[in-house]
Nanobody, 125 residues
Framework: VQLQASGGGLVQAGGSLRLSCATS????????MAWFRQAPGKEREFVAS????????DYADSAKGRFTISRDIAKSTVFLQMNSLKPEDTAVYYC???????????????????WGQGTLVTVSS
């Protein structure tokens, strides 16, 4: 399973960015997809996830109301739309995948088997 994350950059507080995670069609149809982030000096944390069915999403409290995870089946790509960005959102963002069939949802990074290379998001104040 290969994951290719992109879309990071420098943005002012209050601005928006859309991250993308491209993968294969076969991954898309069976895998839960998620976004995690890791800020300098901090542990990796869950941001958002979407189930392999595409019917269920989950968000960290810090992301609720500001971030939206979605997917485009035709492009085999998962997106993270981030609005109203804050300086504390500054981090390297990673997309991750886990086989989702016959499993419940998960917000734990240890339960995700495949990871993209990360994309840096910097929010200036």
């Amino acid at each position: 399973v290969q994951l290719q994350a992109s879309g990071g950059g420098l943005v002012q507080a209050g601005g928006s960015l859309r991250l993308s995670c491209a993968t294969s069609r076969s991954t898309f149809s069976r895998y839960d997809m998620a976004w995690f982030r890791q800020a300098p000096g901090k542990e990796r944390e869950f941001v958002a996830s979407i189930r392999w069915t595409g019917r269920s999403t989950d968000y960290a409290d810090s992301a609720k109301g500001r971030f939206t995870i979605s997917r485009d089946i035709a492009k085999s790509t998962v997106f993270l739309q981030m609005n109203s960005l804050k300086p504390e959102d500054t981090a390297v963002y990673y997309c991750a995948a886990r086989l989702g069939i016959a499993k419940g949802p998960s917000t734990h990074g240890s339960e995700y088997d495949y990871w993209g290379q990360g994309t840096l998001v910097t929010v200036s104040s």
